[in-house]
Protein backbone atom coordinates (compact mmCIF):
# COMPACT_ATOMS: atom_id res chain seq x y z
CA UNK A 1 0.00 0.00 0.00
CA UNK A 2 1.56 3.43 -0.81
CA UNK A 3 0.14 6.74 0.26
CA UNK A 4 1.59 9.90 -1.99
CA UNK A 5 3.13 12.94 -0.28
CA UNK A 6 5.99 14.88 -0.33
CA UNK A 7 8.72 14.21 2.82
CA UNK A 8 9.39 16.97 5.40
CA UNK A 9 8.05 19.23 7.79
CA UNK A 10 7.39 21.55 5.11
CA UNK A 11 4.50 19.77 3.68
CA UNK A 12 3.33 17.99 6.76
CA UNK A 13 -0.48 18.37 7.09
CA UNK A 14 -1.10 19.55 3.99
CA UNK A 15 -3.72 18.58 1.29
CA UNK A 16 -1.02 16.93 -1.14
CA UNK A 17 0.50 15.03 2.00
CA UNK A 18 -3.48 13.21 2.85
CA UNK A 19 -2.29 9.90 1.62
CA UNK A 20 0.51 10.13 4.16
CA UNK A 21 -1.78 10.66 6.53
CA UNK A 22 -3.99 7.72 5.52
CA UNK A 23 -1.11 5.44 6.10
CA UNK A 24 0.14 7.09 9.46
CA UNK A 25 -3.73 6.93 10.89
CA UNK A 26 -3.47 3.24 9.60
CA UNK A 27 0.20 2.21 11.64
CA UNK A 28 -1.00 4.16 14.35
CA UNK A 29 -4.05 1.58 14.56
CA UNK A 30 -1.67 -0.85 14.25
CA UNK A 31 0.90 0.09 16.68
CA UNK A 32 3.95 0.41 14.33
CA UNK A 33 6.03 2.75 13.45
CA UNK A 34 7.87 3.42 10.22
CA UNK A 35 11.25 2.96 9.62
CA UNK A 36 13.47 4.71 6.82
CA UNK A 37 14.07 2.48 3.84
CA UNK A 38 15.35 2.77 -0.19
CA UNK A 39 12.82 5.64 -1.49
CA UNK A 40 10.51 6.05 1.33
CA UNK A 41 9.62 5.23 5.08
CA UNK A 42 8.24 1.62 5.75
CA UNK A 43 5.86 -0.37 7.92
CA UNK A 44 4.80 -3.78 8.21
CA UNK A 45 2.25 -5.49 9.91
CA UNK A 46 -0.10 -8.66 9.64
CA UNK A 47 -3.22 -9.09 8.52
CA UNK A 48 -5.42 -12.63 8.42
CA UNK A 49 -2.07 -14.22 8.00
CA UNK A 50 -0.99 -11.97 5.15
CA UNK A 51 1.97 -9.04 5.31
CA UNK A 52 0.81 -5.72 4.51
CA UNK A 53 3.23 -3.09 3.77
CA UNK A 54 2.81 0.37 3.99
CA UNK A 55 4.77 2.91 1.75
CA UNK A 56 5.44 6.85 2.31
CA UNK A 57 7.46 7.56 -0.50
CA UNK A 58 10.46 9.90 0.32
CA UNK A 59 11.20 10.66 -3.63
CA UNK A 60 8.81 13.83 -3.75
CA UNK A 61 4.94 13.53 -5.40
CA UNK A 62 6.36 13.61 -9.06
CA UNK A 63 8.54 10.71 -8.57
CA UNK A 64 6.49 8.56 -6.63
CA UNK A 65 6.87 5.68 -9.28
CA UNK A 66 10.63 5.17 -8.50
CA UNK A 67 9.53 4.46 -4.86
CA UNK A 68 6.66 2.06 -5.74
CA UNK A 69 8.09 0.57 -8.30
CA UNK A 70 11.50 -0.64 -6.40
CA UNK A 71 8.93 -1.66 -3.47
CA UNK A 72 6.98 -3.68 -5.83
CA UNK A 73 9.99 -5.60 -6.95
CA UNK A 74 11.79 -5.92 -3.64
CA UNK A 75 8.31 -7.47 -2.57
CA UNK A 76 7.80 -9.13 -5.48
CA UNK A 77 4.03 -7.89 -5.59
CA UNK A 78 1.68 -7.40 -8.93
CA UNK A 79 0.05 -4.25 -9.11
CA UNK A 80 -3.09 -5.50 -8.65
CA UNK A 81 -2.54 -6.07 -4.79
CA UNK A 82 -1.05 -2.24 -4.35
CA UNK A 83 -3.32 0.19 -3.27
CA UNK A 84 -2.34 3.81 -4.09
CA UNK A 85 -3.75 6.58 -1.56
CA UNK A 86 -3.85 9.91 -2.74
CA UNK A 87 -5.50 13.18 -2.99
CA UNK A 88 -7.79 14.19 -5.62
CA UNK A 89 -9.25 18.04 -6.76
CA UNK A 90 -12.36 16.54 -8.27
CA UNK A 91 -13.65 15.18 -5.47
CA UNK A 92 -15.65 17.15 -2.80
CA UNK A 93 -13.72 17.36 0.51
CA UNK A 94 -13.69 14.36 2.78
CA UNK A 95 -15.26 12.05 0.10
CA UNK A 96 -13.04 8.84 -0.60
CA UNK A 97 -13.09 6.99 -4.11
CA UNK A 98 -11.54 3.05 -4.75
CA UNK A 99 -10.97 2.15 -8.19
CA UNK A 100 -9.62 -1.10 -9.91
CA UNK A 101 -7.58 1.12 -12.32
CA UNK A 102 -8.09 4.60 -14.02
CA UNK A 103 -6.12 7.58 -15.36
CA UNK A 104 -4.12 9.75 -13.61
CA UNK A 105 -6.60 12.74 -14.21
CA UNK A 106 -3.65 15.18 -14.25
CA UNK A 107 -2.18 13.85 -10.81
CA UNK A 108 1.18 13.83 -11.08
CA UNK A 109 2.28 11.18 -8.83
CA UNK A 110 -0.07 8.30 -10.42
CA UNK A 111 1.35 9.59 -13.89
CA UNK A 112 4.89 8.71 -12.71
CA UNK A 113 3.50 5.54 -11.17
CA UNK A 114 1.37 4.88 -14.80
CA UNK A 115 4.95 5.59 -16.62
CA UNK A 116 7.21 3.18 -14.78
CA UNK A 117 4.70 0.53 -14.32
CA UNK A 118 3.77 1.17 -18.09
CA UNK A 119 -0.02 0.49 -16.82
CA UNK A 120 -2.70 2.19 -15.29
CA UNK A 121 -4.17 -1.17 -13.80
CA UNK A 122 -3.55 -0.90 -9.93
CA UNK A 123 -5.88 0.16 -7.29
CA UNK A 124 -6.03 3.73 -6.16
CA UNK A 125 -7.75 5.27 -2.98
CA UNK A 126 -8.38 9.07 -4.18
CA UNK A 127 -9.16 11.20 -1.15
CA UNK A 128 -11.27 13.77 -2.12
CA UNK A 129 -9.49 17.39 -0.88
CA UNK A 130 -12.52 19.58 -2.57
CA UNK A 131 -11.18 22.46 -5.05
CA UNK A 132 -11.92 25.85 -3.63
CA UNK A 133 -9.18 28.13 -5.10
CA UNK A 134 -8.98 30.47 -7.28
CA UNK A 135 -8.00 29.96 -11.43
CA UNK A 136 -4.31 29.56 -11.72
CA UNK A 137 -3.58 28.53 -7.80
CA UNK A 138 -4.27 24.51 -8.01
CA UNK A 139 -0.04 24.26 -7.04
CA UNK A 140 -0.43 26.86 -4.10
CA UNK A 141 -4.06 25.08 -3.11
CA UNK A 142 -2.67 21.42 -3.04
CA UNK A 143 0.19 22.44 -1.01
CA UNK A 144 -1.54 24.46 1.72
CA UNK A 145 -3.07 22.94 4.77
CA UNK A 146 -7.07 22.22 5.70
CA UNK A 147 -9.02 24.93 6.92
CA UNK A 148 -10.38 25.06 10.33
CA UNK A 149 -13.10 23.34 9.48
CA UNK A 150 -11.79 20.75 7.32
CA UNK A 151 -8.97 19.91 10.02
CA UNK A 152 -11.82 19.50 13.01
CA UNK A 153 -13.26 16.49 10.56
CA UNK A 154 -10.17 15.05 9.48
CA UNK A 155 -9.84 12.15 12.14
CA UNK A 156 -13.11 10.69 10.98
CA UNK A 157 -12.16 10.91 7.28
CA UNK A 158 -8.66 9.16 8.01
CA UNK A 159 -10.27 6.59 9.89
CA UNK A 160 -12.62 6.11 7.10
CA UNK A 161 -9.74 5.88 4.67
CA UNK A 162 -7.85 3.09 7.44
CA UNK A 163 -10.37 0.84 7.57
CA UNK A 164 -11.08 1.16 3.54
CA UNK A 165 -7.56 0.44 3.57
CA UNK A 166 -7.86 -2.80 5.98
CA UNK A 167 -10.98 -3.77 3.83
CA UNK A 168 -9.02 -3.33 0.65
CA UNK A 169 -5.98 -5.93 1.78
CA UNK A 170 -8.60 -8.33 4.14
CA UNK A 171 -11.69 -8.85 1.34
CA UNK A 172 -10.71 -7.43 -1.10
CA UNK A 173 -10.83 -4.60 -4.06
CA UNK A 174 -14.64 -5.28 -4.49
CA UNK A 175 -15.79 -5.20 -0.81
CA UNK A 176 -13.71 -1.92 -0.61
CA UNK A 177 -15.73 -0.18 -3.49
CA UNK A 178 -18.83 -1.56 -2.28
CA UNK A 179 -18.31 -0.63 1.19
CA UNK A 180 -16.37 2.33 1.05
CA UNK A 181 -17.04 4.50 -2.07
CA UNK A 182 -19.80 7.58 -1.10
Known sequence: MAGLGNPGLKYEGTRHNIGF????QLAAKKSIRFETGRYGEVAKFSLAG??????????FMNLSGDAVLYWMRQ?????????VITDDLALPF???RIRPKGSSGGHN??????????SAAYPRMRMGIGSDFP????????????SGD??????????????ACLCFCSRGLS????QFNS
Open 21 to 24: AVLD
Open 50 to 59: QQVVLLKPST
Open 75 to 83: LKEVPENVL
Open 94 to 96: GKI
Open 109 to 118: GLSDIEAKLQ
Open 135 to 146: KGRQAEYVLSRF
Open 150 to 163: EASGMDAILEKAAE
Open 175 to 178: VAMN
